[in-house]
């Protein structure tokens, strides 16, 4: 039986979100998970470039009592989901500083204009043209490094799949891919199998199975799996099928994350090791 992780989750402490920390924690032991990462949204914008709504103190007491309330239950780990770091640097490394997660998420949700990926009219761009913005942003994204895995990495197709009436691959754009992957790779990085696209339009996980493919070919390890939830009934969610995704790409290893190191789990049982002693 696999060992069921999920690396992306956000709370009250999100914005967008609307359970506590404790509520997730009791769904995730519901449901046969043994870890879990709060990843909640720090997500700066021009005119707010310091998002000072972002309270560490709030989520790091909550998580502090959760860890008692679950302990040998459940193994709960501090974590964020930055919003494009590589565009709002100064507040970004103000959050990291001094303060300990267990595991960064990188994402480029927005560009440096402010335009949202959802708010794009994907209409008046092609497939190849909106793959190729996003990528660069990934690109820089890379640059800044204080991360250990990109988030949702194609998370265009989220938005644009109604539109282009099917799922876009970054893969349109194949030299440009490989590249922005040896590079992440070359990093020590790592990306997620963001499994929230199968609850929506896209009914695929970020990214499907052509990248994953390509990003093991590549050399990639380092590869860790979230629900993306929002809620407390989604903790969880594809969870199983994200496992049996990493396999089809040639994927034997998903990564834990504790202090910010990766340590290497086999997908078919809970055997672990540290990724150094591979």
Not at 78 to 95: N, R
Not at 186 to 206: D, F, H, V, Y
Not at 230 to 250: N, Y
Request: charged share 25%; with cysteine.
């Amino acid at each position: 039986m696999s060992y069921l992780m999920d690396y992306h989750i956000h709370s009250i402490h999100s914005t967008d979100a609307i359970s506590s920390i404790s509520e997730i924690c009791q769904s995730a032991v519901n449901k046969g998970i043994n870890e879990i990462i709060i990843t909640d949204h720090y997500e700066p914008s021009n005119g707010d470039e310091l998002y000072t709504i972002y309270d560490q103190k709030s989520y790091w007491a909550e998580i502090t009592k959760a860890k008692q309330l679950f302990k040998g239950k459940l193994k709960l780990k501090m974590g964020v989901e930055l919003g494009q770091p590589h565009i709002f640097k100064e507040g970004s490394e103000i959050v990291m500083k001094d303060f300990p997660y267990d595991y960064v998420i990188a994402s480029a949700h927005k560009l440096p204009d402010g335009r949202d990926m959802s708010e794009l009219d994907y209409s008046t761009i092609s497939i190849e043209d909106v793959c190729a913005m996003y990528l660069e942003q990934i690109n820089m994204l890379i640059d800044w490094q204080n991360f250990d895995c990109v988030g949702h990495l194609d998370l265009i197709k989220r938005y644009s799949a109604s539109t282009y009436g099917k799922n876009l691959s970054l893969t349109c754009q194949y030299e440009l891919l490989s590249q922005v992957l040896r590079k992440l790779i070359a990093s020590g990085k790592g990306i997620e199998i963001n499994t929230s696209g199968l609850r929506q339009t896209p009914k695929e996980t970020m990214p499907g199975l052509d990248v994953l493919t390509l990003y093991h070919q590549l050399g990639g390890e380092i590869l860790t799996i979230g629900s993306d939830a929002h809620r407390a009934e989604d903790v969880g969610k594809g969870i199983r099928e994200a496992h049996a995704l990493a396999k089809s790409a040639g994927f034997r290893f998903i990564t834990s994350f504790h202090e910010r190191k990766p340590v290497q789990i086999q997908i078919s049982d809970q055997k672990a090791f540290s990724a150094s002693q591979r």
